[in-house]
Nanobody
Framework: QVQLDESGGGLVQPGGSLTLSCTGSGNVHGLFAMGWYRQVPGQQRELVAAIKISGYTNYGDFVKGRFTISREKDKNAVHLQMNNLKPEDTAVYYC????????????????WGQGTPVTVSS
């Protein structure tokens, strides 16, 4: 079984930056791929970024170079550095992990964190 612990959300002004962090524990096979989805009330959850243990990454189309996902392999931790944040980035961000990259980028993995809210507003 895998557990994910998230941190780092909050309120930021447009153009500002935030870093989200997620640390996984438990069955390492379920931590092969880790990443972030986000969800706005009334809308579907969408992929923000994903990273395999090898370091291979995927990003949602809307990211356009503003966000960077990284991974600390020895800690099973991932970090999402978000720069040039926009009001439309306001959402609840969820960490997720999966045994395969395919599963993670196609709807998310088997395990989800509790979600951390990000609000971009002046």
């Amino acid at each position: 079984q895998v557990q994910l612990d998230e941190s780092g959300g909050g309120l930021v002004q447009p153009g500002g930056s935030l870093t989200l962090s997620c640390t996984g524990s438990g069955n390492v096979h379920g931590l092969f791929a880790m990443g972030w989805y986000r969800q706005v009330p009334g809308q579907q959850r969408e992929l923000v970024a994903a990273i395999k243990i090898s370091g291979y990454t995927n990003y949602g189309d809307f990211v356009k170079g503003r966000f960077t996902i990284s991974r600390e392999k020895d800690k099973n931790a991932v970090h999402l550095q978000m720069n040039n944040l926009k009001p439309e980035d306001t959402a609840v961000y969820y960490c997720t992990s999966a045994a395969t990259r395919t599963a993670l980028v196609n709807g998310g993995g088997e395990t989800w964190g509790q979600g951390t809210p990000v609000t971009v507003s002046s």
